[in-house]
């Protein structure tokens, strides 16, 4: 421990033991260590900072026993590892300074001491969210872009198909296929991941509403997968982007054109079975011609600036979207990684550290809390658009123990209002529909879409 260092509680998600079957929140413990805020002195280490950490599918193959050098395992005892975005406290590296921005494989833990920190990307483009850098910006959005344009290569006009269509890259394969001039569906697999879509109750009108798809359906509520993909394909499908795998795959198989292409980018339908299940439908890879190729993003992170030279001017001109699903706390994050293989994520999941308790809030829309995994709307009989003190009188708003609420029908200046806001933070129900607050809210009354603001899903109401 470097000398004269002032020395800290460093909370971490520590893995137990290797999983079997599907991971249990009990597979992960969250306990505090200790660190020092100084690297050692002729040391080319780093210490940063979490900020965000992401959830990702791959890491459910790090949990348990492999071999694979590209996926080692995790060290039961040890923290998790995953991609994050973090700010340096100390660098030992020249090319590192302390105030440094970074996005790149970091522990899930307050604060990590990074020894080889050659494989992190610096940020420079802080006019967008930083948490864009742990998806649309980030590994996600390079997954996206890679498979798509330089494994796919596509053509204007042609038929695609995204699975898992409404996460973390499938949101941003659909929009890419939208701007090229192709048709889109996508699948996934809940009926209640709608939160941006005030008055919908479908997963599909997120698809086809925020992203654009062309058609989507729920692949759950699907008793003929090949049915499904013949009503939405009726001349078959041209570009295949796999996230899936198992019956899906056979299926997709089924329904593709001749020279068509299947991106094989993960098979999350076989991630937790002790045995995987088969494909039978392989012949049609000759008989169609059909090109499929596994891809690894890590191989394509050298063009990495020119991922960003394509992809920075599309969010910055509104032509892609990106939803995020943010859990708070690391006491949170076991929940928020188990909860990719139920499909409980809307988007990107990921885990935001950096909480600021003195943060100035604004909240639009919606307030939810969480009974049972089941989301309600804390108003029961009050639509989405009536959360204001005349409509749900004064006893309600007491309730929520908002600082400074308004009714924006009364002529407030709702875009100087946002401003005052750091951003939409998300308030967390302590029971019995109390809304506890650590600092101050304000909150007017209308849906995202209704208003205007905050368009790009920036935040979503945590649970």
Known sequence: MAANSEV?????????????????????????????????????????????????????ARMSFNQDPDFSSFTPGSPIEGFGVAKVVDSGHPEFKKGDLVWGTTGW???????????????HHTDVPLSYYTGILGMPGMTAWAGFYEICAPKKGEYIYVSAASGA?????????????????????????????????????????????????????????DAALKRCFPEGIDIYFEHVGGKMLDAVLLNMRLHGRIAACGMISQYNLSQPEGVHNLMNVVYKRIRMEGFVVFDYFPQYSRFLDAVLPYIREGKVVYVEDVADGLENAPAALVGLFSGRNV???????????????????????????????????????????????????????????????????????????????????????????????????????EIGLWRQGKRRPSY
Request: charged fraction near 25%.
């Open 169 to 225: 890259v499938g949101q941003l394969v659909g929009q890419f296929a939208k701007l090229m001039g192709c048709y889109v569906v996508g699948s996934a697999g809940s009926r209640e991941k709608v939160w941006l879509i005030p008055m919908q109750s479908q997963l599909v009108e997120l698809l086809k509403n925020k992203f654009g798809f062309d058609d989507a359906f729920n692949y759950k509520e699907e008793n003929d997968l």
């Open 347 to 449: 988007g990107k999941q990921l885990v935001r550290d950096d909480i600021d308790k003195n943060i100035f809030m604004m909240i639009i829309g919606p307030c939810w809390y969480d009974d049972d995994l089941v989301h309600k709307d804390v108003m029961n009989n009050v639509g989405y658009s009536t959360l204001n003190e005349e409509q749900c009188g004064a006893e309600l708003l007491k309730e929520l123990e908002f600082d400074d609420p308004f009714n924006y029908r009364e002529g407030h200046d709702l875009d100087a209002a946002s401003r005052r806001s750091v951003s939409l933070y998300p308030l967390k129900i302590q029971g019995q529909r109390k809304w506890h607050l650590e600092g101050r809210a304000r909150t007017c009354s209308s849906g995202l879409e």
């Open 8 to 60: 800290l509680s460093n909370k971490q998600v520590i893995l137990k033991n290797y999983v079997e079957g599907f991971p249990k929140e009990t597979d992960m413990l969250v306990k505090a260590s200790s660190i020092s805020l100084k690297v050692e002195e002729g040391s080319n280490a780093i210490l940063v900072k979490n900020l965000y950490l992401s959830c990702d599918p791959y890491m459910r």
């Open 109 to 123: 833990e307050e604060y990590s001491l990074i020894k080889n920190p050659q494989g992190l990307f610096k940020i």
